[in-house]
């Protein structure tokens, strides 16, 4: 059987030309005419359905839609990437290292799941945050580092909004509870607002313990996976993708197989973690003990 190459960095790709032609307010013939390419063709680039992405032709839509230097470059790397079973994106490689692919995967989806060693983004407290940013980039002015922060909180519209908010569906290591970052009074701060957070609807949280030891035999490291809404046929406007973060780069899976084995692994470790009161309880406890 032929190996399915990814689509992920062809459908971002198209999300970001899609959603600068709607900032611009043009249709896409208008931007068609402008381009001097069929309607047909930008279409396509927007779908991510595109089979051969001509560099020209990202260059020019950059231009007609108003797009700054860091996204057009960004837009370019992505065009850029070849198509391969699973897409490896390496941090600052042909992709400006300050430009977050990610978060447009992460603001398309319905659903979230993941296991995680350290409380992912969407679930920080603004100080949690600024301790990190601050490690991660040292270098940065202050106004930078706030910049970020404010960035990362207000992907937290995604759980809290009203219409369609996002599902979530967290396994968090029991060392999330144990490694402080930035003090006392910030870790149990952050412990409280999970516990907070897991008593939204569309929120579930669970700690794997030390107790349960080893799941699956082996480590995955953390992980994510991503889902998309359906259509009205029932199929789904997009395939699920696995995102793999490392301290370089991160992975992009959305081939079958391997989709289905970190759903198999999330859901092996979720059989085995405290059920949502008892980690609840936990969070709560830890944060009075911190």
């Given at each position: 059987?032929?190996?399915?190459?990814?689509?992920?960095?062809?459908?971002?790709?198209?999300?970001?030309?899609?959603?600068?032609?709607?900032?611009?307010?043009?249709?896409?013939?208008?931007?068609?005419?402008?381009?001097?390419?069929?309607?047909?063709?930008?279409?396509?680039?927007?779908?991510?359905?595109?089979?051969?992405?001509?560099m020209w032709d990202i260059e020019a839509l950059c231009q007609v839609l108003g797009a700054g230097e860091t996204e057009t470059?960004?837009?370019?790397?992505?065009?850029?990437?070849?198509?391969?079973?699973?897409?490896?994106?390496?941090?600052?490689?042909?992709?400006?290292?300050?430009?977050?692919?990610?978060?447009?995967?992460?603001?398309?989806?319905?659903?979230?799941?993941?296991?995680?060693?350290?409380?992912?983004?969407?679930?920080?407290?603004?100080?949690?945050?600024?301790?990190?940013?601050?490690?991660?980039?040292?270098?940065?002015?202050?106004?930078?580092?706030?910049?970020?922060?404010?960035?990362?909180?207000?992907?937290?519209?995604?759980?809290?909004?009203?219409?369609?908010?996002?599902?979530?569906?967290?396994?968090?290591?029991?060392?999330?509870?144990?490694?402080?970052?930035?003090?006392?009074?910030?870790?149990?701060?952050?412990?409280?607002?999970?516990?907070?957070?897991?008593?939204?609807?569309?929120?579930a949280i669970r700690i794997l313990p030390y107790s349960a030891g080893v799941p699956l035999g082996d480590l995955t490291g953390?992980?994510?996976?991503?889902?998309?809404?359906?259509?009205?046929?029932?199929?789904?406007?997009?395939?699920?993708?696995?995102?793999?973060?490392?301290?370089?780069?991160?992975?992009?899976?959305?081939?079958?197989?391997?989709?289905?084995?970190?759903?198999?692994?999330?859901?092996?470790?979720?059989?085995?973690?405290?059920?949502?009161?008892?980690?609840?309880?936990?969070?709560r406890r830890a944060s009075k003990d911190i």
């Amino acid at each position: 059987m032929a190996e399915t190459a990814s689509t992920v960095p062809r459908r971002q790709l198209g999300r970001y030309l899609r959603e600068l032609r709607q900032q611009s307010g043009m249709t896409i013939a208008e931007v068609a005419r402008r381009i001097e390419r069929g309607a047909t063709t930008v279409q396509r680039l927007e779908t991510g359905q595109a089979d051969r992405i001509r560099m020209w032709d990202i260059e020019a839509l950059c231009q007609v839609l108003g797009a700054g230097e860091t996204e057009t470059a960004a837009l370019k790397g992505l065009a850029q990437q070849g198509n391969t079973k699973s897409w490896w994106h390496e941090y600052g490689d042909l992709i400006p290292q300050n430009f977050d692919v990610y978060m447009g995967l992460e603001s398309a989806s319905a659903s979230f799941t993941s296991f995680q060693e350290l409380v992912p983004g969407l679930a920080q407290t603004p100080d949690c945050a600024r301790v990190l940013m601050r490690t991660v980039h040292p270098g940065e002015s202050g106004s930078e580092i706030d910049r970020r922060v404010e960035m990362r909180m207000h992907r937290q519209i995604l759980i809290t909004r009203h219409s369609k908010p996002l599902s979530v569906t967290m396994i968090l290591d029991e060392s999330v509870l144990h490694r402080v970052i930035g003090s006392a009074k910030i870790m149990a701060t952050q412990l409280r607002h999970l516990a907070d957070l897991s008593t939204k609807p569309n929120v579930a949280i669970r700690i794997l313990p030390y107790s349960a030891g080893v799941p699956l035999g082996d480590l995955t490291g953390p992980f994510i996976i991503l889902d998309f809404d359906d259509d009205d046929t029932g199929q789904s406007f997009e395939p699920p993708v696995v995102y793999v973060e490392s301290y370089t780069g991160a992975m992009y899976f959305d081939d079958r197989d391997s989709v289905q084995r970190y759903r198999t692994a999330h859901e092996t470790m979720w059989q085995v973690a405290l059920d949502a009161s008892r980690s609840r309880d936990l969070l709560r406890r830890a944060s009075k003990d911190i």
